[in-house]
């Protein structure tokens, strides 16, 4: 069973960046597609950013061009760097695999506020 632990959340003004990272548990992470999810209030959980293996990125319309997937598997670890960030941005961010199929992790909280 994978464990998840993601970290990096924060208050940020609109135009701000946060870097946000997952850090994952066994020993195959490399083979695996991540992905990062967001969930605002009231809302579903929404797929905004996916790295195959082999480091190939993909992103949801909403954050194509401020947001940037990125990973470590030396370190078995995720980033999601974040820029221009907006009010709309704020969400608990969480990492998974890219077809959301583990157990989910406590997330990292983003608010985007003036």
């Known amino acids: 069973q994978v464990q998840l632990v993601e970290s990096g959340g924060g208050l940020v003004q609109p135009g701000g960046s946060l870097r946000l990272s997952c850090a994952a548990s066994?020993?195959?992470?490399?083979?695996?597609?991540m992905g990062w999810y967001r969930q605002a209030p009231g809302k579903q959980r929404e797929l905004v950013a996916t790295?195959?293996?082999?480091?190939?990125?993909n992103y949801a319309d909403s954050v194509k061009g401020r947001f940037t997937i990125s990973r470590d598997n030396a370190k078995n670890t995720v980033y999601l760097q974040m820029n221009s960030l907006k009010p709309e941005d704020t969400a608990v961010y969480y990492c998974?695999?890219?077809?959301?199929?583990?157990?989910w992790g406590q997330g990292t909280q983003v608010t985007v506020s003036s």
């Open positions: 998974n695999h890219r077809s959301g199929i583990w157990q």
């Open positions: 066994g020993s195959i992470f490399s083979i695996y597609s």
């Open positions: 790295i195959t293996s082999g480091g190939n990125t």
